[in-house]
Each structure stands twice: as C-alpha cells, then as structure tokens.
C-alpha cells in the first residue's frame, strides 16, 4: 500500500511544462520590465523566442537572434561604458539566463526543451580591471550605476 502511495503522488505532479516564462529586466531595478507566457514548441531557440517576444509586445530593440545589442533604448556604444579611472571600466549589454544558469553560447544556439521554465534577458556589464576582463554578465540592477540609471532604462516607451 506504501509503494502504490508514493507512486501516485510521484505522478501527479507534471514532469515538464508546456509553457514557460520570458523576462527582461532593466539595468536599475529587478522588477522585470516585461514578463511573457509562450507555449512550449520543439525546434525554439532562445534567440527567435526572445525576439519574437519583442516584436509581438512591440518593444524597441537593436539585434538578431545570435545577441541583441539594445533593448527599451537601453545605452549603447561609449553610452555604455563607464570608466571608473585608468586601470578600470565596465562595459554594459544585454546578457540572458535559462533557470538562473547564464550559458556561454549566443541564444540561438540554445533550444528551448520541455523542462525549462524561465529565460530572463538582464542588463549586465563585464568588468575590466588592470588589463583583464574579470567578470561578465554581471547584472547591473545589483550596482545601480548613476551613469546607466540616469538613462532610464527602467520604463516600457510610451
């Protein structure tokens, strides 16, 4: 009787979902900036999701399905660097995670399987420090930079 118990409650949990979340969040706050269901189909990479995201939200962005340059007009270029002093500077952009694990491949090579349940696109920045880059995809809602704040990243356009 034990066994047949713990087989029913093992199986009534579902082992995959048929949805999953994508999320972007801006580089002052850790509120997400836009979060969306989409349905689970094979064959989706995390960039065409990712894109398409954007597209049917009508959210302005800079990129392809191999990386996004820019999103919410998010600063690009020198705009995105930020210079601490001679030996240190932090270059910011757009960085993704699939259930908290940040891949080190561009999202198109990233198929979209049964068992993921969320892919949060983040602004990040790597860090420079005497001659070494020494971290990357940092997420710059942690650090709150005046300079990448001041830019206000953090509202959807009107």
């Known amino acids: 009787m034990i066994q047949f118990t713990l087989y029913l409650v093992f199986f009534s949990f579902p082992l995959f979902s048929t949805t ?6 801006g580089g002052c706050s850790s509120k997400p900036l836009l979060i969306q269901k989409i349905k689970f189909n094979d064959g989706l990479n ?28 998010s600063p690009i ?25 940040i891949p080190e491949v561009y ?13 949060t696109w983040f602004y990040g920045y790597a ?15 942690i650090r709150q930079s005046a300079q990448i704040c001041a830019d ?3 509202s959807l356009p009107n």
Not at 77 to 101: P, Q
């Open 20 to 25: 999953f979340e994508i999320r972007f969040i």
């Open 46 to 73: 995390v960039g065409d999701v990712s894109l398409k995201a954007l597209d049917d939200n009508q959210i302005p962005y800079q990129g392809t399905s191999q990386g996004i340059n820019q999103i919410f007009n």
């Open 77 to 101: 270029g020198l705009k995105a660097l930020e210079i601490l002093n001679e030996h240190e500077m932090l270059s910011y952009g757009w960085c993704y995670e699939i259930d908290t694990v």
């Open 107 to 119: 999202p198109n090579e990233i198929l979209i399987t049964k068992s993921t349940q969320v892919i």
């Open 127 to 141: 860090h420079y420090f005497n001659g070494k880059w020494i971290s990357q995809c940092e997420k710059s809602y």
């Open 152 to 154: 206000d990243i953090n």
